[in-house]
């Protein structure tokens, strides 16, 4: 049975709505979707669960080598429903701003690839 869920606008994380209608996604749009979230929700921020999340500012203040980030995500981004693997990982880091931008390339279980950019 294949999960459905909301879409949301992956620029602005709003929820989609086309002719007055919520869009509904599934397979690899909404495994696409759950990458998204999963890279813009901060460890500690869900009060449901406050070891989900990135450790953003474990990465930013801690200090974590380049080769640990990529380790991380490559560990944490094929959790998401359908993706097999992550195939590069691309982060920028600015320590003084204390800013990333983390750009992931993943495997679906279908073989296709998908591209997330936070």
């Known amino acids: ?15 989609r709505w086309e002719g007055g209608d919520l869009v509904l996604i599934e397979g ?13 929700t901060h460890q500690g921020e869900w009060f449901m669960d406050t070891e989900d999340g990135v450790p953003y500012r474990q990465i930013l ?11 991380f995500f490559r560990a ?3 959790k998401a429903d359908g993706v097999r693997w ?3 990982v691309a982060i ?6 204390r800013l990333g931008t983390v750009d992931l390339v993943y495997v679906f279980d279908s073989g296709r690839t998908g591209q997330v950019t936070t």
């Open 61 to 71: 203040t801690k200090g974590m080598t380049y080769a640990q980030m990529v380790a």
């Open 28 to 40: 690899e749009d909404l495994s696409n979707q759950e990458v998204f979230l999963a890279l813009n």
């Open 76 to 78: 944490y981004i094929p």
């Open 1 to 15: 049975m294949a999960f459905k869920d909301i879409a949301l606008d992956l620029d602005t994380g709003d929820i």
């Open 92 to 97: 920028e880091v600015d320590a003084q701003d």
């Open 86 to 88: 992550v195939q590069t």
